[in-house]
């Protein structure tokens, strides 16, 4: 099935940049879900490294139509973060639509 395997959407830019620039947050917009025709399962967008003060296990969404995520990439004090990291898990049946907004 559609799946993006686990990534980060910031990027290390070259030092000779004089701007350095790279994707500071992502907003992702989902566009159907398991009600729709066709329904969909499975697809669940997945931050294996997420931590909190409940789980350390990672975070796991599932995709519901009308529904955003947004998420950083970049921490308040510029730097990466790791944390970031994101999948898609793979469709079972149907197919997964969404926007993104970068």
Known sequence: GQQYTAHH?????????????????TLLIYLNDDG???GMVGGQTVFPRAVNADSHNG???EPKKGTA???????????????SQHASLPLKEGEKWVANLW
């Open 36 to 38: 729709d025709e066709g």
């Open 69 to 83: 995520l947004l998420y950083y990439s970049v921490l308040p004090d510029g730097n990466m973060d790791d944390l």
């Open 9 to 25: 959407d910031f990027t290390h830019a070259p030092a000779s940049h004089p701007y350095q620039p790279t994707r500071f947050a």
């Open 59 to 61: 975070l796991q969404i």
